[in-house]
């Protein structure tokens, strides 16, 4: 039995692992595609899709059905589109600009911001550690975007302040979708459905704004653009059902804790791929927002 529990947990950590190097690689190989010609919402769009196509075969395997009632299209559209759709539209516009490793130090906020909107609307506690952690977390990621951490430069603030808006979607998605989500739906049926409507909602805003989708084109490294769409919606499936994997067998709290290893992951990414080299700020930055997670995030003594 304790071999057995000692493989479970074994599985477990290595999950974890697998999903924060997962979230940590996708900020860099999305400014791969932007810096390619890729536009936001048409690049969002084809990685939604095909993750979606991905995801739905694997409700095939499993027998699990997706549906689309009234109740269902309304979860579909509040977290596909906020939570997807938008989140990646600011994402992938800023990296542009900014290097990979700034995204992957703000995600940390997200479950920060979920905990005090949670508390704002009176469905969380708001306890003293929590609002400690909250602070904690705002001021290291307000030392993150300043000049001499992860921005390279004064003039691209307005891109990291811009950035905020991905973790503030994700928390709001968080919240919204703890009120919208139909019971007894399977978390792998929600996940499908939300990126299957997230697809479709991108791909409709896309065509008015003009924004080209993914082309053939070979960027950074001789890479085909196809491929790395590809390798982008591949991971994004992977890391979903890693995500509910571990929802279902540690839970949340323990889940979030993945928050520590995406920030590690994608500034070793930006280093590795883009040269991205930080500067001195980001470690006291860092150590900010990993002290606020761990405040908002991790079970308090009991009596």
């Excluded at 694997?58 to 699990?64: I, K, L, S």
């Excluded at 891109?159 to 989500?181: D, F």
Aim: net charge positive.
């Amino acid at each position: 039995m304790r071999v057995a529990d000692g493989a479970a947990r074994l599985g477990d950590l290595l999950a974890l692992l697998l999903l924060g190097l997962i979230w940590g690689l996708t900020p860099a190989v999305g400014k791969l595609l932007v810096m390619g010609g890729a536009g936001p919402l048409a690049l969002a769009s084809s990685v939604a899709a095909v993750s979606a196509a991905v995801l739905w075969g694997v409700c095939a395997m499993r027998g699990v059905r997706v549906p689309f009632d009234a109740a269902h299209w309304r979860h579909y559209a509040v977290a596909g589109g906020i939570g997807f759709a938008v989140a990646n539209l600011v994402n992938f516009t800023v990296l542009r600009h900014v290097p990979a490793g700034l995204v992957a130090i703000v995600v940390p906020l997200s479950p920060i911001l979920t905990v005090a909107l949670s508390a704002l609307l009176r469905m969380e506690r708001a306890t003293a550690r929590r609002v400690l952690g909250t602070v904690l977390g705002l001021a290291g990621t307000a030392l993150a975007i300043a000049p001499g951490a992860t921005l390279p430069e004064a003039r691209l603030l307005p891109w990291a302040v811009l950035l905020l808006l991905t973790p503030t979607c994700y928390a709001i998605t968080n919240v919204l979708a703890v009120r919208l989500a139909p019971r007894g739906t399977t978390p792998l049926a929600l996940a499908t459905g939300t990126l299957a409507a997230a697809a479709l909602g991108a791909g409709i805003a896309a065509v008015p704004l003009g924004h080209a989708p993914p082309g053939l084109a070979a960027v950074g490294g001789g890479l085909p653009m196809p491929l790395l769409v590809a390798a982008q919606a591949g991971l994004t499936a992977i890391a979903y059902l890693l995500y509910f994997r571990l929802l279902g067998r540690v839970g949340g709290v323990v889940t979030s804790q993945v928050g520590y290893i995406v920030t590690l992951a994608g500034l070793g990414f930006g280093y590795l791929i883009f040269a991205e080299v930080p500067g001195w700020l980001t470690i006291p930055a860092a150590v900010l927002i990993f002290a606020g997670l761990a405040l908002v995030t991790l079970p308090g003594r009991r009596a």
